[in-house]
């Protein structure tokens, strides 16, 4: 069966670091986008970040682009969010999740991560 | 962006009932918008696809309809498990954009 466990958060002060992964199974990893979803209560779901299955293609949301780092090993079938720079404001549940590049649907999410930024 | 809207913010209604949210887009998104649900403490579950199609395994009190920039999503016959709040999603452009979700509750 399909299962996304989402691991690594934490609390980090301000302007440090934090790498959010992800450990995939059940599936052919390759064939999926990866996404990151993050959740708070004030913003809802923001959808931050994706990565095709090959890797060749990223994007990232504008309130991440420059801080935070998307990648993937397809031999481990994982995912990573490296954050880099982190502020109050991207304090929130983060959530991995599975896209097929046929429809563009979160149909597997992981249980969440929870990343506090505050001094 | 595209900026998604739902409507309402929450509603209670009595089990058996009825309950339809909506869901606009600030521009036409053609069928792109998937809806999903998510209960307190849990990663939120896709429910509905490319606007009406059934996710495997969901039951059939759940639809969805429309197209462009209006959308309706509606539970015929509501359950006391569908306590949750629902959120529409659209993946017309990048970035793919949420609604601010719905919250429903049994009377």
């Known amino acids: 069966q399909v299962q996304v466990v989402d691991s690594g958060g934490g609390l980090v002060k301000p302007g440090g670091s934090l790498r959010l992964s992800c450990a995939a199974s059940g599936f052919t990893f390759s064939d999926y986008y990866m996404n990151w979803i993050r959740q708070t209560p004030g913003k809802g779901l923001e959808w931050i970040s994706y990565?095709?299955?090959?890797?060749?293609?990223?994007y990232y949301t504008d309130s991440v682009r420059g801080r935070f780092t998307i990648s993937r090993d397809n031999a481990k079938n994982s995912v990573y969010l490296q954050m880099s720079n982190l502020r109050v404001e991207d304090t929130a549940v983060y959530y991995c999740?599975?896209?097929?590049?046929?429809?563009?649907?979160?149909?597997?999410w992981g249980q969440g991560a929870l990343v506090t930024v505050s001094a | 962006d595209i900026q998604m809207t739902q409507s309402p913010s929450s509603l209670s209604a009595s089990v058996g009932d009825r309950v339809t949210i909506t869901c606009q887009a600030s521009q036409d998104i053609r069928n792109f918008l998937n809806w999903y649900q998510q209960k307190p403490g849990e990663a939120p579950k896709l429910l509905i696809y490319h606007a009406s199609t059934l996710e495997t395994g969901v039951p059939a009190r759940f639809r969805g309809s429309g197209s462009g920039t209006d959308f309706t999503f509606t539970i015929t016959g509501l359950q006391p498990e569908d306590t949750a709040t629902y959120y529409c999603q659209q993946y017309e452009n990048v970035p793919l954009t949420f609604g601010p979700g719905t919250k429903v509750e049994i009377k």
């Open positions: 999740a599975r896209s097929s590049p046929a429809v563009w649907a979160f149909d597997y």
């Open positions: 990565i095709t299955g090959s890797g060749s293609t990223i």
